[in-house]
T-cell receptor, first 113, second 110 residues
């Protein structure tokens, strides 16, 4: 069983389109995250939810909207895609607190043309 | 100054060598420190936590220097399979906010 699964794994789309990436974890964790890894491999936190509540919202354009219908799911919707949105988006989960172990999904590689 | 800084490398070492990576962090209030490993086109995975007294896991040793705000990772007897990017991770701000360094790439060769 995959612990953190995200779909789709690959996404190629045109500028201006709207797309969504879904994430689910079966670890029973309370905290979920979205990270973005750009072409320079820098992994940057975007959002974090704890038990469906938004707890971290970094400086991310409001074209990005996360949604957590329950604590096992955290989806990311992106409106009006731009070239600079091309990256790998990783979903992750953790027990929260200072434990530090993030369990990542395999990543969703988004290419905006 | 970046919150978490690492030398990007690459570090090219022969099998069997000992290699060390350093990482500095800017937030003196940080309480949690970790090393993650990321293979090419894969997700990051936890390698080890870093404790104040230093800790070892097989060929890997991690150390923390709070006064100088840096952590280190030492790999002894390098294997080809150690080739990867090593990411320094520090909590900055809240407990849940883990900030990743840009990573140090290691290439172990025959």
């Amino acid at each position: 069983d995959t612990a953190v699964s995200q779909t789709p794994k690959y996404l190629v789309t045109q500028m201006g389109n709207d797309k969504s990436i879904k994430c689910e974890q079966n670890l029973g964790h309370d905290t979920m995250y979205w990270y973005k890894q750009d072409s320079k491999k820098f992994l940057k936190i975007m959002f974090s939810y704890n038990n469906k509540e938004l707890i971290i919202n970094e400086t991310v354009p409001n074209r990005f909207s996360p949604k957590s219908p329950d604590k096992a799911h955290l989806n990311l919707h992106i409106n009006s895609l731009e070239l600079g949105d091309s990256a790998v988006y990783f979903c992750a989960s953790s027990r929260g607190g200072y434990t530090g172990e993030l369990f990542f999904g395999e990543g969703s590689r988004l290419t905006v043309l | 100054r970046k919150e978490v800084e690492q030398d990007p490398g690459p570090f090219n070492v022969p099998e069997g060598a000992t290699v060390a990576f350093n990482c500095t962090y800017s937030n003196s209030a940080s309480q949690s420190f970790f090393w993650y490993r990321q293979d090419c086109r894969k997700e990051p995975k936890l390698l080890m936590s870093v404790y104040s007294s230093g800790n070892e896991d097989g060929r890997f040793t991690a150390q923390l220097n709070r006064a100088s705000q840096y952590i280190s990772l030492l790999i002894r007897d390098s294997k080809l399979s150690d080739s990867a990017t090593y990411l320094c991770v520090v909590n900055t701000g809240t407990a849940s906010k883990l900030t990743f360094g840009t990573g140090t790439r290691l290439q172990v060769t025959l």
